[in-house]
T-cell receptor, first 116, second 117 residues
């Protein structure tokens, strides 16, 4: 299995620019998660999709952040405009959700974002 | 609301020594508990998990953890550290599928383990 694929692995941009992070979940998985990791706040869940539908976006920090999942094999996290405080590592994770059981999340390698 | 506290942001041990990484949780419902490991520039990998049943759980790479409800703890141990164990370790808690109908993971701040020759 290829695992969860994220691109790019590293992104350096200037303040005010639009940034798009991409994720391909594991084939057959129906749940997708976006996390952000920073030194100050640790690992935080930004948004959770189930069957391509956003279920919980309470972790999205502000309107500058948006996420989409147009189909089961692709998701994007967009920041527009970007700010230096958005610098972090962004992880995508996927799982196969079966009601009533624990569903292990498999993490991608992350995208390290630096906003200058 | 669930929360996780990892005692010690950095732990240093000698190769061959016991590894003990501490984790305490807070949960209003019986929890699911996890340990993840993160190697440099990589994503998180599940080491082990407790859902139900036996309170001593064994994971990959010789790690194990014991769920102690009375102490609200889920400490991670390994009898003999290896250089390759150097990484960051995260404890996480999830309610049993109650919150929003899915297993939302709440992570601790992480403990960086250094192993010295």
């Amino acid at each position: 299995d290829a695992g969860v694929i994220q691109s790019p692995r590293h992104e350096v941009t200037e303040m005010g620019q639009e940034v798009t992070l991409r994720c391909k979940p594991i084939s057959g998985h129906n749940s997708l998660f976006w996390y952000r990791q920073t030194m100050m706040r640790g690992l935080e869940l930004l948004i959770y999709f189930n069957n391509n539908v956003p279920i919980d976006d309470s972790g999205m920090p502000e309107d500058r952040f948006s996420a989409k999942m147009p189909n089961a094999s692709f998701s994007t996290l967009k920041i527009q405009p970007s700010e230096p405080r958005d610098s972090a590592v962004y992880f995508c994770a996927s799982s196969f959700r079966l009601s009533g059981t624990y569903n292990e999340q498999f993490f991608g390698p992350g995208t390290r974002l630096t906003v200058l | 609301a669930q929360s996780v506290t990892q005692l010690g942001s950095h732990v240093s041990v000698s190769e061959g020594a016991l590894v003990l990484l501490r984790c305490n949780y807070s949960s209003s419902v019986p929890p699911y508990l996890f340990w993840y490991v993160q190697y440099p520039n990589q994503g998180l990998q599940l080491l082990l998990k407790y859902t139900t049943g036996a309170t001593l759980v064994k994971g990959i790479n010789g790690f194990e953890a014991e769920f102690k409800k009375s102490e609200t703890s889920f400490h991670l141990t390994k009898p003999s550290a290896h250089m390759s164990d150097a990484a960051e370790y995260f404890c996480a808690v999830s309610d049993q599928g109650v919150s929003g109908g899915y297993n939302k993971l709440i992570f601790g701040a992480g403990t960086r383990l250094a192993v010295h020759p």
